[in-house]
């Protein structure tokens, strides 16, 4: 399994840096003057679902806990949908917004 995992970040480095750059973004905001609560940033909901194969969404988990994004106890568990053989799985982050 890990050699699958390893196979599958070696095939994605361009989304892996994509993904860092958009999370040093986030992670990078600058603090803002907190003398005016309406200065403040809201935080707001973001859901990420995947649906395939339970091994298309279990690699895909895996691979976004490889790449520091969430960890794999972050998700809900793997959920059947309508389709036989398909799965989903729901993970929901709070970011902030400008």
Request: net charge positive; glycine share 6%.
């Amino acid at each position: 399994m890990m050699a699958q995992v390893q196979k599958f970040v070696k095939n994605h480095k361009f989304a892996q840096l994509e993904l860092q750059q958009y999370l040093e973004g986030e992670l990078n905001t600058p603090i803002l003057n907190q003398s005016s609560e309406n200065q403040l940033p809201k935080r707001e909901p973001i859901k990420h679902l995947l649906i395939g194969s339970p091994k298309a969404v279990t690699s895909t988990i895996h691979y976004l806990q490889v790449i520091g994004y969430a960890s794999i106890g972050d998700w809900s568990p793997l959920l059947p949908t309508a389709n036989p053989g398909e799965v989903m799985s729901i993970l929901i982050r709070q970011i902030l917004m400008q």
